[in-house]
């Protein structure tokens, strides 16, 4: 059902607007906070009318203040899926750069705050905007709770288990083992030879579709390795070194890759890691740079920019990828992946329906003003 503006018109908008390379940091921030505000207007109202007969409202983080006002607005319970720490905290440093590991913890903590408190800064003429249009001279009830699930492997981030208030860890939401079966062309061709490389990079604005195809196949000749481009952007066709096919099921083309290079979106770093396989992160924008900088530090792949990338330093990568000792240490990681995300949070969340007058205590607070409940 049609909601909001459409992700790929806000993906290209970030890509397309050139304050967000202006070297005035003013003109940057002003382009971030633009494309914070931008359709959340569209997003509320439509959303407004679907959630009416609810009994709870799920949310991801980009539309998390939209589902928490709509939330607000009829009363309901709000459950909001978090696919990485957003959520103040000392674990996870704040800037995904290599010095942050070296930040004092509770600078983190601090930081994490202050960016929930400017995107909210940033959101709130959007949601008063919509507090006037939605309940005409009034304020709408408080909402009755919000839940943070927290959809993704706590073991990746070590410590942070402990450290955050009230957790509900139910792992990635992976899909179920029944895989659709391969192709028959494409599983031709990957029994054909040894484990090839994957690259794909999802629903990312790829500008220049040859010339990174160009640059894989390149890489891959150098490496001696056969290639699996995949990306609607790309021309579909299958031959000895390279096959570029539009989309593929990860669960079952990934545990047949000796290396997964990729955008760094939850989802997909949830399936290399699912795979066993050592991922080069390229990311690209929102929390893309924390899953490469985190993949790297657990020793389980290699990251940089996809902006800049180039052939040598994409080769780079790949070898310190595809090292022994990565390598086993995916596999590893892969054998004790668990694979019961989607059910465990349902669990959560049917416990919010049964009962919406959990208390406090049992991690359930109310519906909250600002990203990842910071007030």
Same mark, same amino acid.
């Given at each position: 059902? #049609?909601? +909001?503006?459409d992700?790929?018109? @806000?993906?290209?908008?970030?890509?397309?607007?050139?304050?967000?390379?202006?070297?005035? /940091?003013v003109?940057?921030v002003?382009?971030?906070v633009d494309l914070?505000r %931008?359709?959340? +207007?569209?997003?509320?109202r439509?959303?407004?009318?679907l959630a009416?007969?609810s009994?709870?409202?799920v949310t991801?983080?980009?539309?998390e203040e939209?589902?928490a006002? !709509?939330?607000r607005?009829h009363?309901?319970?709000l459950a909001?899926?978090?696919?990485f720490?957003?959520?103040?905290n000392?674990?996870?440093?704040?800037v995904p750069?290599?010095w942050?590991?070296?930040?004092?913890?509770e600078?983190?903590?601090l930081g994490w705050?202050a @960016?929930?408190?400017?995107r909210?800064?940033?959101?709130a003429?959007?949601?008063?905007?919509?507090r006037?249009a939605?309940t005409?001279?009034g304020d709408?009830?408080?909402g009755?709770?919000?839940?943070? =699930?927290?959809?993704y492997? #706590?073991?990746?981030?070590p410590g942070?288990e402990?450290?955050l208030?009230?957790?509900?860890?139910t792992?990635f939401?992976?899909?179920?083992?029944?895989s659709p079966a391969?192709? $028959?062309?494409?599983s031709?061709?990957l029994?054909?030879g /040894?484990?090839p490389?994957?690259?794909g990079?999802g629903?990312?604005p790829v500008?220049?579709?040859v010339? =990174?195809?160009?640059?894989?196949?390149e890489?891959?000749? %150098? @490496?001696g390795?056969r290639?699996?481009l995949v990306?609607s952007?790309f021309? /579909?066709?299958? +031959?000895d070194?390279l &096959?570029?096919?539009?989309? !593929?099921?990860h669960?079952s083309?990934?545990?047949?890759c &000796?290396v997964?290079?990729?955008?760094g979106g939850?989802?997909?770093t949830?399936a290399?890691l699912r795979a066993?396989v /050592?991922?080069?992160?390229?990311? !690209?924008?929102a929390?893309?740079?924390y899953?490469?900088r985190?993949?790297?530090?657990l020793g389980?792949? $290699?990251?940089?920019p996809?902006a800049?990338l180039?052939a040598?330093?994409?080769?780079r990568?790949l070898?310190?990828?595809?090292?022994?000792e990565v390598?086993?240490?995916a &596999?590893?990681?892969g054998?004790?992946?668990?694979?019961?995300?989607?059910?465990?949070?349902?669990?959560?969340?049917e416990?919010?329906? %049964?009962?919406?007058? =959990?208390?406090?205590d049992s991690?359930?607070?109310e519906?909250?003003t600002m =990203?990842?409940g910071v007030?």
């Open positions: 059902m #049609p909601f +909001g503006l992700s790929g018109e @806000l993906l290209r908008a970030q890509r397309d607007d050139a304050r967000f390379r202006h070297p005035n /940091p003109r940057r002003q382009a971030v914070q %931008r359709g959340f +207007g569209e997003a509320a439509d959303l407004l009318s009416g007969d009994v709870v409202l991801g983080m980009a539309c939209v589902a006002e !709509v939330a607005h009363a309901i319970p909001a899926m978090h696919f720490p957003i959520q103040p000392r674990t996870v440093p704040v750069t290599d942050a590991r070296y930040l004092p913890a600078l983190n903590r705050r @960016l929930a408190k400017a909210a800064w940033a959101l003429p959007e949601i008063a905007a919509f006037r939605a005409p001279g709408a009830d408080s009755r709770s919000y839940t943070a =699930i927290q959809a492997d #706590p073991a990746l981030f942070l402990d450290e208030r009230e957790p509900l860890f792992g939401p992976v899909p179920a083992d029944e391969i192709g $028959a062309e494409l031709e061709w029994c054909a /040894p484990a490389i994957y690259a990079f629903s990312m500008t220049d579709p010339a =990174i195809e160009s640059m894989v196949r890489v891959g000749r %150098r @490496l390795r290639v699996l990306g952007m021309r /579909p066709r299958i +031959g070194g &096959a570029v096919v539009d989309q !593929v099921d669960p083309v990934l545990p047949l &000796a997964a290079v990729h955008h939850a989802g997909t949830a290399a066993g /050592p991922s080069v992160i390229c990311a !690209v924008q929390d893309q740079p899953w490469g985190q993949i790297e530090a389980l792949g $290699a990251t940089a996809f800049g180039t040598n330093r994409l080769e990568l070898i310190r990828a595809t090292e022994p390598v086993a240490w &596999a590893a990681f054998a004790g992946f668990r694979d019961d995300g989607v059910r465990r949070a349902a669990d959560v969340i416990s919010i329906t %049964r009962d919406e007058s =959990i208390t406090e991690g359930v607070r519906v909250p =990203i990842g007030r």
